[in-house]
Structures are given as C-alpha cells and as structure tokens.
C-alpha cells in the first residue's frame, strides 16, 4: 500500500512539472527571456569570468571610439548621432566575449576569450590600417581576393600606415592576460559558475544591438534597406555589423553567381536586338573626338528651368540663369520630356544608368550590392576603347559613399578625386561634401592634367536635401510657402546654377569650350511627393489643392542637355526637343553623338536623337509615361490634360495599354537579372577590353597621372600642356566667401601631406 501511495504521488508530481512546463512554454516571450537575463548579469555581475567579459567589453569600447574620432572620418553630426556613435561598440564585443562562457571549464574559458579578443582587434586594426591608405573600409573581397590585395599594395607599406599611438590599439591584450592570471577580477569557485551566464550576456547584448538599431533607424531610415555607405554602417551599427553584413552579402552573392549561366544572357540580348532603334544620320557623329564634361545636377528638376520669382523690389529673378541660357542655345539638344528613373538608389541609380545604360533595383542600390563585384561594360571603358579616352570623376564627398571607390574601378574610370583631394572645413562643406563653387574651382589643377581627349564627370552637392538656407550664399528671393524645405531648394538651385556659370567662364578662358560636349542631367528628385503639394502653391498654373498621383508623375522630369559648342555654325540644328525619355537613354544618346556604334552592347537606353526613338519612358515603380497616356498602377490617364481616362476606355483600348506596360517593364526585369546573376560576365562585346583593376588606386592618383603623362611624351595634350605647362588655376573666378579659409586650409593639407601647392603656384602663374 506504500509502494501503491510513492508511486501514485511520484506520478502526479510528473504530471504537476508536465503542465508547469505547458505553461512555461505557453507564456514564454522574448521580454522575459531578456528581462531575465539582465537580471542574472546584475546577481551574477560580481563572478570573475562574467566581471573579465564585462572588462574586455569595455576596452574595447573605449578602443573602437578612438579609432572612430582618431582614424576614421564618419561625419557624425549633432549630439543624436554621438550618442549612437557610443553605444555601436558594445554590443557586439559583449555578444562575441559571452561565446567564452559556454566553455565549462575556466582554464578554457580564458582562452577562448582571448582568441576572440585578438580576433575583435585584427578586425579593428586591419580596417584601420586600410582607412588610412583607402579612406574606406576592410571588404570580404580585398580581404580575401588575392589579386585585390595585391591592388591594395599594402603588403610592402604596412610600416609607413602605422601610427604612433597604435599601441593603445593592442594594449588591452596583456592587460586581460594579466587580470586572468593574477585572478584581480577575483577567484572562481567551480561549483558558482552556470553556463546561462553566457546566454544572459548574448540577450543583454541583443537588447543593446535592438535599441541601437532603433536609434539609427530614427536618424537614418531604410538604412539597411538602402546600404548606400559603408561609412554610415559603421558609424550608425557599427565596425562589427559592417563587416559580418559584408560577409554575408558575399556569401549570398556568390551563391547566386554559381547558379547562373550564359543561357540566361540569351533572351535578353534577342530583346536588346529586337528593341534597337538606328541612330539619327544627321547627329551621328557631330561631336566625334571631343572631350567630355558630364555635370551631374544633385536634386535638380525640370520645373527650375525658367521659373521667375520677384524679389522684394518687384524685380523678376531667374532660378537658373545659366541653365537657361544653354537649354534655349541653337548650340544645345535640349530635352523637355526626359525623367528620372531612379528607386531607392537614387543618386547612385542615375550614375549607373548614365554610365551603363541598366536600370537599377527595385529595392536597394544595385551600386552598393554589386558594383564592388559584377562585370560591366560601361561609358569610360567603352570611350577608352572607341578613342582612346582617358576618364575621371571629381566629387567633393568620401568616396566610400555609394560604393563609388569600388564601383567606378568596375566600370573603368581610370582617376577618381574624391574628398580626399580637397581641402574641406566647416565652413566650406556641406553633410554630403564640399560646396559647389569651391568644389569646381578646386577640381581645376586636376582636371587641367587630363590627356585628352577625355571623359570626366563632376558630382555636384550644393542643392541635396534639406537644402539649408546659408544668408552668405542667398541670392534668390526667399519664398513663403508653408515647407521650409521647399523654400530652402530654390535657393540652393540658385546657388548651384551659379556655380556652374563660374566653371564654364573658366573652360571658356581655358580654352575648352569648343572642343568638349557638356552633359547635364538631374539625378533624381529633390522635391519628394510628400512635398510636391507645398511646391505647388509656388508654381503657375499649378494646383495644389487637387495635386494627385499624375502630377507627382509629371512633375519627375529632370534637365537633360547636349550641349556642344559651336555645331549652329556648321549648320547643325540643335534646340528644344519634345522626345519622351528617360535616365536609361542618355549614354546611348551620348556614344552616337561621338560617333560610337552601340548595337553590339548591352543596353535597354535608346538614342534621344534617333528618329524611331520609342518614346516612352517607364519609371522603377512601374509607371509608364507616353506623350498621349500615363499609367499609374490600374489607372489611365491623358498626358496632355491630366484627366483620368480609365472608365471611358473599351476594354479591348485597357488591354492594349496594359500589354504595352508590361512590355515596358521587361527591361527592368531584365536589369535585375544581369546585376543580380551578373550576367555581363558571360557576354563580351566584339573588341571590348576592360582595364586592369589592380592598376586602379584612386589614393595613389597623382603619381598615377604623372606616369602616364610620362609615358605619352610627345603626345601628351591637355590644358596644362597647350598653356606651357603653365597651370590656369589662376583663371578660375569664384565668388564663395569661404574661399580665404579655403586656401588657407588648401595650403596647410598640402605642406602636411606633401603634396603639390597649386594655390601657390597659381600665384606665381600670375
């Protein structure tokens, strides 16, 4: 009868845990895993192995801020993102040091802790290292590539890129070594010590990692969506997530890179073939053998070119004097129905269709995914081979931004000026880089160097959001609607068209003028939708009280010009064209006014010129924009008018249209194909060469520049060379009143580093 009564009792406790466990499970939730796990740190945070964690993190918190404010220039601004800035260390460090304590045994323990502490260093250090010669971030590719480290050259300078203070990056190795042998954290007792001190260690550091992706989400949204900049990864997640994400996009991208193959080249080449239209004889050519100076307007619209505003006087003042000029020259091909069609790529959206004539992504930028990778066959290696082109890009920001360092070696710019050739201080940049009169004139000591013929772009900053108004740089009437930002995006246009205006003063005393055609584009939006009703009330015959879908669609046509000087003497008739196009059209565009045939590559852009031009443009949301319809999702529109036509079309009318949409959306398709596949790999154009990467160091530019200079001897033509290598720095004219500290900080960079005082010599030139 005992037995009977233990066993009965025994089986009735088995059955009270069972449903105890029920309901543990049943009401188990995150919160309370981690609520728990703070709770064991904080009772256990006096046990020697957790106190040696908790002393490790810390070291390398205060480490990872100093290379931060020492080493690396994140461009952190206001309180907000210093607080950010300080909590992106920890928890990472925390969650890789907890690993250790999964190791029972404390001997063990230590040393796995370590090894990850040394690990957590060469990470730290070996990007440190690279930032110093690269100004930009240790990859999983130039890691890991043999032939890109070779590109690196640091394998012979590593002695040259250390620093003095370097061994405050390393002296928390003996001091943890030290802390575990003399036991000063406190002695282990073996049966204290609960492997779930780990576990609580790794939840505390989620919570940390939630809270600070929370913050960086609030300053910077989609930032993992978008991924434009490794800097801001670093600056916003941190060293540790950059290069774990890095990592993992690797991987992923050559997974997918494995699976493809060259029969999925095919379809989209017959379509390519299918869609080609024959360029326009009577342009074909006209600018054979020009150089070429591509301005990539930052957040410029169309509606800018001729708006009026009165100043307090009554005075008419145009937005963009300059602009207008050439847009209404015989010697331009002005395009008044060319759109935008970036997605969330934006500016590096448009580059890569200027440059490639490929749509970008529906999510994301194709740039910052695959540039550092892919296979292209873009504008600077396609002039290289057609003329013998000698490219580069001049941009007042870091060159990490976009992925530009990586991507513009892809597609084969051989010299690439980035902030790193400029002398920016506060009062002389912008959040996005040097602004655009001091960035122009700076670029002039450079660009004057170039063999020609050459291809150069100049990426402008000036007027990007939130177009802050700077009273020093104001000369156009303040406007009065109810968004400030709208207000502040006139101004800056006005600044940025004159900015341009000085640049062209000086190519024309430099004699440039009439052997170059000049590019100008609008990379995207400045005005965003959210926005345009605001905007509205400042535009004639705009109204904002019944703006809808179709006028936020309307209203995304950008400034697209050909101007090449001097083609109205030959008879040549160029002015304002109706053509409907967009982004994807303008290096089609381009190549045949150089006379480059462009049949043979792979590119969804069609000649603007060309008199079969489709006429059509579809936007990466999928909207398409015709001169008679505009198609918004399921609705269907008149262009010309704006009125909705969807009720009043037959069917038979709502089928045709819906066929030609979807027939306008292949190229974006197929886009994604070829950049996420990379599929160009598996295509060669006949007689395309791309240049050797390896050769490409954008640090390493001048001396680059002087041995090629060298190598062609006697026929080496450039400004310099046709001015008795005399620089015309000193012809340049600028009135930006931060141009004393300019120079002032231009001279001191120069003495600092070494390099050449072309402010000096521009005095002596005079």
């Known amino acids: 009868m005992h037995w009977f009564k233990v066993t009965k009792k025994r089986y009735h406790k088995k059955v009270d845990d069972y449903k105890m466990k029920r309901i543990s499970f049943k009401n188990f939730s995150i919160r309370r895993l981690l609520m728990r796990g703070v709770n064991e740190i904080r009772q256990n945070a006096k046990h020697p192995r957790v106190k040696l ?38 928890a990472f460090g925390l969650f890789f040091y907890s690993l250790s304590l999964l190791v029972s ?46 590109m690196t050259g640091m394998t012979g300078s590593l002695g040259a890129l250390m620093k003095w203070y370097d061994f405050i990056y390393w002296i928390d190795l003996p001091l943890i070594v030290w802390a575990a042998k003399k036991k000063f954290l406190g002695r282990e007792q073996s049966h204290r010590f609960n492997k779930r001190y780990g576990l609580s260690l790794a939840a505390l550091a989620v919570v940390i990692f939630g809270l600070n992706l929370q913050l960086a989400e609030i300053s910077r949204p989609q930032l993992l969506l978008r991924t434009f900049d490794r800097n801001y990864l670093v600056k916003y997640l941190g060293l540790d997530f950059f290069s774990g994400w890095d990592v993992a996009k690797a991987v992923h991208a050559n997974k997918v890179r ?24 009577e342009t074909f050519g006209i600018a054979k053998g020009r150089n070429v100076v591509v301005l990539h307007l930052e957040s410029i619209q169309q509606f800018l070119i001729d708006y009026k505003a009165k100043d307090e006087n009554g005075k008419e003042v145009e937005a963009t004097p300059f602009l207008n000029s050439l847009y209404h020259s015989n010697d331009c091909f002005s395009f008044s129905n060319v759109f935008h069609q970036v997605g969330q790529g934006k500016s590096s959206d448009a580059e890569l269709m200027l440059e490639n004539s490929i749509f970008g992504l529906s999510q994301g930028s194709a740039v910052s995914q695959f540039g550092s990778d892919n296979t292209f066959q873009a504008a600077p290696n396609i002039l290289r081979n057609n003329g013998n082109y000698t490219s580069a890009v001049f941009h007042g920001n870091v060159g990490s931004f976009w992925n530009r360092n990586d991507s513009y070696k892809k597609w084969g710019v051989d010299y690439f000026f980035d902030s790193q050739y400029y002398a920016l201080n506060k009062e002389n940049s912008l959040e996005y ?61 006005h600044y940025a068209d004159q900015a341009l205006k000085e640049f062209f003063d000086y190519m024309k005393k430099a004699g440039l003028l009439e052997n170059t055609v000049f590019v100008f584009y609008g990379d995207h939006y400045g005005i965003s939708n959210s926005r ?3 905007l509205a009330t400042a535009l004639p015959n705009a109204d904002a009280e019944n703006w809808g879908d179709f006028n936020n669609a309307q209203i995304q046509r950008i400034p697209a010009l050909f101007y090449i000087p001097g083609i109205s003497k030959k008879g ?11 982004q994807i059209d303008m290096l089609p565009t381009l190549l045949h006014l150089l006379g480059i045939k462009t049949d043979q590559y792979a590119m969804f852009g069609h000649d603007l ?25 399921s609705k269907i529109y008149d262009t010309k008018t ?8 037959t069917e038979e009318e709502k089928a045709a249209i819906t066929a030609k949409v979807e027939e306008a959306q292949k190229p974006l398709d197929f886009s994604s194909e070829i950049l996420s596949n990379d599929l160009l790999r598996f295509y060669q154009p006949e007689g395309f060469k791309a240049i050797d990467q390896t050769t490409l160091n954008y640090s390493d530019n001048l001396s680059r520049l002087d041995k090629q200079i060298k190598a062609l001897g006697k026929n080496y033509r450039s400004v310099l060379s046709q001015h008795g290598n005399k620089t015309t720095y000193g012809l340049y004219k600028t009135d930006a009143p931060e141009l004393e500290s300019t120079i002032k900080e231009a001279k001191a960079k120069a003495k600092k580093k070494g390099l050449p005082d072309y402010n000096t010599l521009a005095e002596k030139a005079k």
Do not use: C
Not at 57 to 82: E, M, N, R
Not at 258 to 281: R, T
Not at 621 to 629: A, D, I, Q, S
């Open 609 to 633: 010129l060309a008199k079969d031009h489709p006429n059509e443009v579809i936007f990466r949301n999928g909207t398409l924009v015709t001169p008679k319809y505009t198609v918004i999702e």
């Open 53 to 90: 964690i908790l002393f490790a993190t810390a070291f390398l918190w205060l480490k990872t801020l100093i290379a931060y404010y020492v080493d690396f220039s994140l461009g952190v601004q206001g309180v907000f993102q210093h607080i950010i800035l300080w909590l992106n260390p920890i």
């Open 258 to 281: 494995a699976e493809a193959d060259e029969s999925e080249m095919e379809p989209i080449m017959d379509y390519i073939k299918k869609h080609q239209v024959q360029p326009n004889p």
């Open 105 to 150: 045994k404390e001997k063990h323990s230590r040393r796995v802790l370590l090894l990850l502490v040394v690990l957590q260093t060469l990470i730290l250090y070996g990007n440190i290292l690279f930032y110093r010669e690269f100004s930009d971030f240790l990859t999983a590719k130039s890691l890991f590539s043999s032939q890109s480290f070779k």
């Open 572 to 582: 040549i008739k160029a002015g304002i064209q109706s053509t409907f196009g967009g």
């Open 642 to 649: 704006g009125e909705e036509l969807t009720d009043r079309l």
């Open 433 to 493: 880089g040097l602004k655009d009169k001091l960035f122009f004139r700076d670029s002039i000591p450079y660009l004057e160097q170039l063999p020609q013929p050459f291809y150069s772009k100049m990426i402008t900053v000036s007027n990007h959001f939130p177009f802050p108004y700077e009273e020093k740089n104001a000369s156009f009437p303040k406007m009065h609607t109810k968004d400030e930002t709208v207000n502040g995006y006139f101004n800056t246009a």
């Open 532 to 534: 345009n009703k605001a």
